[in-house]
């Protein structure tokens, strides 16, 4: 077991884990899919936009899939598909912004119409996927030798080639901690806090922000602070995640009406997308710093 770790770490700190991120990036390309089709059924799909990410989803899994079999397929179809993705993502998020500007009152009643209306940071957090895509795309494969024989690419590609990329990852893992630590909080108020656990993500996500935000600019909190918060952090989206799904078991009808309480509960998926945030950082504590140069 150790010497397995001794590998993964390995590899990581080299950049030599394309297959097992394509692999990550599959998986939670799904199941981001997943609760963006149901979210956007509870909004009668009034914009045609709104199928995009749901077709996006799918392909973003396809491709990332194939990034797992092939070099190729992840240097080229999963590279396009997640910039197309993460664009989509910003432009969703610009949709959810007009939602909000749109409902009565406006950007005059702001904390009322954030909480009622369409989840804002939503389109953005939909895009980790994507992101994590974009990412593997540019790592090398796990069977690589653990020297290039000569760079591949330049400037900030190279960096992502040879794994180092600490820096830039703690501030998307800060990024993503703030979204989804807005997200839970206003999700949270909406329940008004009905149980004493809905108030981790939002006590936990300004800890592992300022973990994030001290990882940019010192490597020994990289090293030490960051994995202990990410590591809570993903903790804590798995215990999220148990208690939404029993938030809608215990529905009325419970598991015989599975699809209309999955649809109108607690959002299932939700609470693996603060998990997500804790992933980051902890990759994020194990890769190397960028050059000085």
Same mark, same amino acid.
């Given at each position: 077991?150790?010497?397995?770790?001794?590998?993964?770490?390995?590899?990581?700190?080299?950049?030599?884990?394309?297959?097992?991120?394509?692999?990550?990036?599959?998986?939670?390309?799904?199941?981001?899919?997943?609760?963006?089709?149901?979210?956007?059924?509870?909004?009668?799909?009034?914009?045609?936009?709104?199928?995009?990410?749901?077709?996006?989803?799918?392909?973003?899994?396809?491709?990332?899939?194939?990034?797992?079999?092939?070099?190729?397929?992840?240097? #080229?179809?999963?590279? %396009?598909?997640?910039?197309?993705?993460?664009?989509?993502?910003? +432009?969703? @998020? *610009?949709?959810?912004?007009? /939602?909000?500007?749109?409902?009565?009152?406006?950007?005059?009643?702001?904390?009322?119409?954030?909480?009622?209306?369409?989840?804002?940071?939503?389109?953005?957090?939909?895009?980790?996927?994507?992101?994590?895509?974009?990412?593997?795309?540019?790592?090398?494969?796990?069977?690589?030798?653990?020297?290039?024989?000569?760079?591949?690419?330049?400037?900030?590609?190279?960096?992502?080639?040879?794994?180092?990329?600490?820096?830039?990852?703690?501030?998307?893992?800060?990024?993503?901690?703030?979204?989804?630590?807005?997200?839970?909080?206003?999700?949270?108020?909406?329940? #008004?806090?009905?149980? %004493?656990?809905?108030?981790?993500?939002?006590?936990?996500?300004? +800890?592992? @922000? *300022?973990?994030?935000?001290? /990882?940019?600019?010192?490597?020994?909190?990289?090293?030490?602070?960051?994995?202990?918060?990410?590591?809570?952090?993903?903790?804590?989206?798995?215990?999220?995640?148990?208690?939404?799904?029993?938030?809608?078991?215990?529905?009325?009808?419970?598991?015989?009406?599975?699809?209309?309480?999955?649809?109108?509960?607690?959002?299932?998926?939700?609470?693996?997308?603060?998990?997500?945030?804790?992933?980051?950082?902890?990759?994020?504590?194990?890769?190397?710093?960028?050059?000085?140069?």
């Amino acid at each position: 077991m150790e010497k397995a770790l001794e590998i993964v770490n390995e590899h990581i700190k080299d950049g030599r884990f394309q297959r097992s991120l394509s692999l990550v990036a599959a998986v939670s390309s799904f199941v981001s899919g997943l609760e963006v089709s149901y979210e956007h059924y509870k909004g009668s799909y009034s914009n045609p936009v709104m199928y995009t990410p749901v077709i996006l989803s799918g392909v973003l899994t396809g491709a990332a899939l194939a990034g797992f079999f092939s070099r190729k397929a992840a240097e #080229r179809v999963l590279r %396009w598909t997640s910039a197309i993705t993460l664009a989509d993502g910003i +432009i969703g @998020f *610009g949709f959810h912004i007009r /939602g909000i500007q749109r409902k009565p009152g406006g950007w005059k009643l702001p904390l009322t119409n954030i909480i009622m209306g369409p989840p804002i940071f939503a389109p953005l957090l939909f895009g980790t996927a994507a992101y994590l895509g974009f990412i593997a795309s540019y790592l090398r494969r796990e069977e690589d030798r653990k020297q290039a024989p000569e760079p591949r690419y330049r400037g900030w590609r190279r960096e992502l080639n040879e794994g180092r990329f600490q820096k830039h990852l703690c501030v998307v893992a800060a990024a993503w901690t703030l979204f989804s630590g807005v997200e839970a909080w206003y999700s949270h108020y909406k329940s #008004r806090f009905h149980i %004493w656990s809905q108030w981790l993500p939002v006590i936990l996500a300004p +800890i592992q @922000f *300022g973990a994030c935000v001290g /990882g940019v600019f010192s490597e020994r909190v990289a090293r030490r602070l960051l994995p202990a918060s990410s590591a809570v952090a993903a903790v804590n989206g798995g215990i999220g995640f148990f208690y939404h799904a029993r938030g809608i078991v215990r529905r009325p009808g419970r598991t015989r009406h599975w699809l209309y309480n999955i649809l109108y509960g607690p959002p299932i998926f939700a609470p693996l997308l603060f998990s997500a945030c804790g992933a980051l950082g902890l990759l994020a504590s194990l890769l190397r710093r960028e050059r000085r140069d």
